[in-house]
């Protein structure tokens, strides 16, 4: 169960992989983990400044209890934000390039995809 689980979970992150890159964003890492959090995806959107997108991957095989967006609660939140600020720390030279913080939400068999763009900010955590 727990690998079916994995399986599905490796499988959405590299669609959404290949969707964000297909809209034009860039590939930096993945899976880039870090005591009390994880950063699913680091993208580079090269047609906004250079921004670095950190991207949390949410898959939900229903809708009943919200889409994804909806279990990144504010703890969640605080966790990928601080994640975030250690990759920029061992990263100098993106240190200084703006981010933001996108939700892909899947959802459904097979999964439908939904980029949420810009989905929260770090001074609202």
Not at 68 to 96: E, M, P, T
Request: aromatic content about 8%; hydrophobic content about 45%.
């Amino acid at each position: 169960m727990a690998t079916d689980r994995a399986a599905r979970g490796a499988a959405v992150e590299a669609a959404a992989r290949a969707h964000l890159e297909q809209a034009g964003l860039r590939w930096l890492a993945g899976n880039v983990r870090y005591r009390g959090g994880e950063l699913d995806l680091v993208m580079l959107d090269t047609a906004s400044a250079n921004t670095v997108v950190f991207v949390e991957v949410r898959y939900r095989r229903s809708g009943a209890f919200g889409g994804g967006i909806a279990s990144v609660d504010a703890g969640k939140r605080r966790k990928l934000v601080h994640a975030a600020q250690l990759y920029l720390a061992g990263n100098a030279r993106l240190a200084q390039a703006p981010c933001r913080f996108d939700v892909v939400e899947a959802s459904g068999e097979p999964p439908r995809l939904h980029w949420l763009r810009d989905a929260f900010r770090a001074d609202d955590c």
